[in-house]
């Protein structure tokens, strides 16, 4: 079965600050990989997703991600973040023919002007 | 874009009653819809997937009699919480696939309390 692990529950930065948010999943065969956004009291938004072809994926707001295959991981950058940027992200994988979408235990980040 | 009508946004029931929220894909087909629970500072937990026309799949561990799944049409999931109790009382998501990018949509979620 496939699960999801994020290893920063809580993320504190000062706004310009760099972000690395890690994420590992545990799936032996092909994923599609995903990373969304929940803002405070909003629903979940996706910041961006990996199906295949460039592991280097670039989404919204100016994050990305990179998917390492041989290291199982699939982690968020941003070179700078903002304010805004506040908010919980969560890491999540969709394992082979299934279409079920597994969620990682999300990261609080806040962001300090 | 592809987007999802969860409904309601929140609701406060009594112990025993049930209560009933839907789930709609506005703009595309939905074959299939997921129904997610998150606890408050905690992930979002997969309850089950909602197939149109036919039953849904559960996860372990979830009671497929407490928690019923409707899916009657490509743009209609519904949830229904028999008998609430206190510890049903949680933040219920769904979203659907569809919309063309292979991608995911939630709706906003249901606060669901419990008294």
């Known amino acids: 079965a496939q699960s999801v692990s994020q290893h920063n529950h809580h993320v504190i930065l000062s706004e310009a600050a760099s972000l690395e948010l890690g994420c590992n999943y545990s799936?032996?065969?092909?994923?599609?990989l995903f990373w969304y956004v929940q803002y405070p009291g909003q629903h979940l938004q996706l910041l961006l997703k990996y199906f295949s072809g460039d592991p280097l994926v670039k989404g919204i707001k100016g994050f990305e991600a990179e998917f390492i295959k041989s290291k199982f991981s699939f982690n968020l950058r941003k070179p700078s973040v903002q304010w805004s940027d506040t908010a919980e992200y969560f890491c999540a994988v969709r394992g082979g023919a299934t279409n079920k979408l597994i969620f990682g235990t999300g990261t609080l980040l806040a962001v300090q002007p | 874009g592809a987007v999802v009508s969860q409904h309601p946004s929140w609701v406060i029931c009594k112990s025993g009653t049930s209560v009933k929220i839907e789930c709609r894909s506005l703009?595309?087909?939905?074959?299939?819809m997921f129904w997610y629970r998150q606890f408050p500072k905690q992930s979002l937990m997969l309850m089950a997937t909602?197939?149109?026309?036919?039953?849904?799949?559960?996860e372990q561990g979830v009671e497929k009699d407490k928690f019923l799944i409707n899916h009657a049409s490509l743009t209609l999931s519904t949830l229904t919480v028999t008998s609430a109790h206190p510890e049903d009382s949680s933040f219920y998501i769904c979203?659907?696939?569809?919309?063309?990018?292979?991608?995911?949509?939630f709706g906003s979620g249901t606060r669901l309390t419990v008294v």
């Open positions: 703009d595309f087909q939905a074959t299939t």
């Open positions: 799936y032996g065969g092909t994923v599609n």
């Open positions: 979203s659907a696939r569809g919309g063309g990018d292979g991608g995911y949509t």
């Open positions: 909602s197939n149109e026309g036919s039953k849904a799949t559960y």
